[in-house]
């Protein structure tokens, strides 16, 4: 059963700490997106990459947030230094180019900076 | 005291009737649009899907619907079940940059 695996589900940290969530694609997919969700501004686009490349983190508070993909089966997201208002559920999805366009998500990463 | 954030609209509904939930979208250079429904503690799954060529699309129990001219997209699930509660998203994807961005999403609940 095919499915995106993001680390860790949850994860609690204080202010000023790096946070680092991973993400595994669906074998074979080629767009990966990273998401955040919270109940201020619901789901937003934080980074897209496309073949590995990034395609637009435009949603992506650069000071802090970092997005990478090493390798095809692994994608990063790190906040450095992470800050309270970082808190929040991030989601990775990915998908195929040039398909449907529909994305398969993972359960998320919840943080909690405190 | 009480808290400022997203208030998702919000439909509630009897078991057994139809749901309509709605979406404007706001790019009208968007040619592909998305359902998703989000159930508590999980990602968003993929419902249905709709290109803008076509006005109308039918799946098992639901309908989308695009209006490009007032830039409007529904949802209608037929007989809905307990099982439909959730919040639902649309989502829709730009030619120019096919990156995806979502609307604030509305909660159906479904009254047994």
């Known amino acids: 059963d095919a499915r995106v695996t993001q680390t860790p589900r949850d994860k609690v940290t204080e202010m000023g700490q790096e946070v680092t969530m991973r993400c595994q694609p669906i074998l074979g997919h080629n767009t990966v997106f990273w998401y955040r969700q919270t109940m201020m501004q619901g789901l937003e686009l934080l980074a897209y990459f496309r073949n590995r490349a990034p395609l637009d983190d435009s949603g992506m508070p650069k000071d802090r947030f970092s997005a990478e993909m090493p390798d095809a089966t692994l994608a990063t997201l790190k906040i450095q230094p992470s800050e309270p208002r970082d808190s929040a559920v991030y989601f990775c999805?990915?998908?195929?180019?040039?398909?449907?366009?529909?994305?398969?998500f993972g359960e998320g990463s919840r943080l909690t900076v405190l | 005291g009480e808290s400022v954030g997203l208030h998702l609209p919000t439909l509630s509904v009897q078991e057994g009737d139809n749901s309509i939930i709605n979406c404007a979208y706001s790019?009208?250079?968007?040619?592909?649009f998305i359902w998703y429904k989000q159930e508590s503690g999980k990602g968003p799954q993929f419902i249905i899907d709709i290109r803008s060529n076509m006005d109308k699309r039918q799946g098992q129990r639901v309908t989308v619907l695009l209006n490009k001219t007032v830039k409007h997209l529904s949802l209608q699930i037929a007989a809905t079940q307990p099982g439909d509660s959730a919040v639902y998203f649309c989502a829709e994807i730009c030619p120019n940059n096919n990156d995806m961005r979502f609307g604030a999403g509305t909660r159906l609940t479904v009254k047994p």
């Open positions: 999805a990915s998908g195929l180019a040039g398909s449907a366009g529909e994305l398969f």
């Open positions: 790019n009208s250079a968007s040619d592909y």
